[in-house]
């Protein structure tokens, strides 16, 4: 079984910067895509950010110039750093893998908070 666990979450002024970690465990092979997505009080769970094989990268738009995405394959980790957070950022992000072609894995979910 796959099991992905978060940290990194918490509280932040806005202007500020989080970077979240996602750590795979089980068995999974390093080239599957990774990526996150988010829910925010009230509103429907959005993507964030995937990286697939090769490091290549996609962002919401939400998100594009504020947050980087990257992986270590050797460690089956996850990040996402985030930077210039402001309070519409805050949710709850939850990192995912993709095990096959066609079973996905999520994380628990790590709150991240941005005061105004």
């Known amino acids: 079984q796959v099991q992905l666990v978060e940290s990194g979450g918490g509280l932040v002024q806005a202007g500020g910067s989080l970077r979240l970690s996602c750590v795979a465990s089980g068995r999974i092979v390093s080239n599957n895509a990774m990526g996150w997505y988010r829910q925010a009080p009230g509103k429907q769970r959005e993507w964030v950010a995937a990286i697939t094989s090769g490091s290549t990268t996609n962002y919401a738009d939400s998100v594009k110039g504020r947050f980087t995405i990257s992986r270590d394959n050797a460690k089956n980790t996850v990040y996402l750093q985030m930077n210039s957070l402001n309070p519409e950022d805050t949710a709850v992000y939850y990192c995912?893998?993709?095990?096959?072609?066609?079973?996905?894995?999520w994380g628990q979910g790590t709150q991240v908070t941005v005061s105004s």
């Open positions: 995912y893998v993709d095990v096959t072609t066609r079973r996905r894995s």
